[in-house]
């Protein structure tokens, strides 16, 4: 049986998480300064990129967290006398 390796954190991630910053605070930008003059449609056009950036990490990591739970459950130990879905009566 081949060894499967752990899921590995990747540039992705960082990428993801370093837009999702930049357009959450170009938004809190627009809000918190009064000289900004942003328009109404601009303010929703930087909201919908900050919710856009937070739903491609949050997809990210449910992914991941997937995809370790998959890697501990391909690494139980077992037994050569096993058979999958048996139980050990000992």
Do not use: C
Not at 69 to 75: D, G, L, P, S, V
Not at 84 to 90: D, W
């Amino acid at each position: 049986m081949a060894t499967q390796n752990l899921p590995m954190v990747t540039n992705e991630i960082v990428e993801l998480v370093e837009t999702m910053r930049s357009a959450q605070q170009a938004y809190d930008a627009m809000i918190e300064n009064r000289e900004s003059n942003a328009t109404q449609h601009q303010l929703r056009r930087a909201n919908q990129m900050r919710k856009d950036a937070e739903r491609k990490v949050d997809a990210w990591l449910e992914q991941y967290k997937k995809d370790v739970r998959a890697w501990y459950k391909f690494q139980g130990d077992y037994e050569t006398n096993e058979l999958p879905g048996l139980y050990k009566t000992e």
